[in-house]
């Protein structure tokens, strides 16, 4: 019993949470391939994309900081619904040319795996778990 509690990450801060940190990396990417969108997309796609991908880490950090578990859990409802955002301008992203579909498809393996590890932290911090 004592081992699997030293095994145990300590979650002081919102910057320990994995959801925190892959949400971060997906972010940070996907400024990366908003930099290869044509100029005139810098206030349309773009725009859209980078503040949608930003909002999900942003909403996690500042539920976390709510310090209060029913304000979390909203926060992390509305990262996603910001994840399903991004997920949906991706996917349009695609159809009007400006990202290839496989590149999507790295993309989409990932909002998927962010979209399981959001609801898994909701599930278990509506049923009491740890913050």
Do not use: C, H
């Amino acid at each position: 019993m004592e081992e699997d509690q030293k095994n145990r990450a300590t979650i002081n801060d919102y910057r320990d949470l994995d959801v925190w940190k892959f949400s971060m990396d997906l972010a940070a990417d996907i400024y990366g391939v908003t930099k290869t969108f044509p100029r005139e997309e810098m206030f349309g796609m773009t725009s859209q994309m980078r503040r949608a991908a930003v909002s999900i880490p942003a909403n996690i950090a500042e539920g976390f900081g709510r310090a209060q578990r029913q304000s979390f859990i909203q926060f992390l409802r509305i990262a996603q619904g910001s994840l399903k955002e991004l997920e949906t301008l991706t996917l349009l992203a695609v159809r009007v040319e400006l990202l290839d579909a496989q590149r999507s498809t790295s993309f989409a393996d990932r909002y998927q795996r962010l979209g399981k590890m959001l609801v898994s932290f909701v599930r278990a911090l509506e049923k009491g778990g740890k913050q």
